[in-house]
């Protein structure tokens, strides 16, 4: 168990020590932050390359469809 401060000066190595875990969080906290951004920012531009790759891959399954029908017309004729 620690031993409670008893003098002024233990109280304000208390007190600094106390300062200096919470200024560490608050600058882990705005790296965190700017990780979470940096995040998003990713994640949205894989969105928007998702949905060109769903567009060109409708597209292209839509040619696929229309050349397919084509060919069963020409062995139809």
Known sequence: MTKKPKTIEDW?????????????????????????????EQIGKLEEQLTMSVGVIKY????????????SDKNRA
């Open 12 to 40: 304000q190595k208390v007190c600094n020590n106390l300062n200096n875990a919470l200024d560490s969080c608050i600058e882990d906290e705005a790296k965190f932050r700017s990780t979470i951004d940096n995040l998003e």
């Open 60 to 71: 292209l399954e839509l040619q696929i469809a229309r050349s397919n029908s084509v060919r």
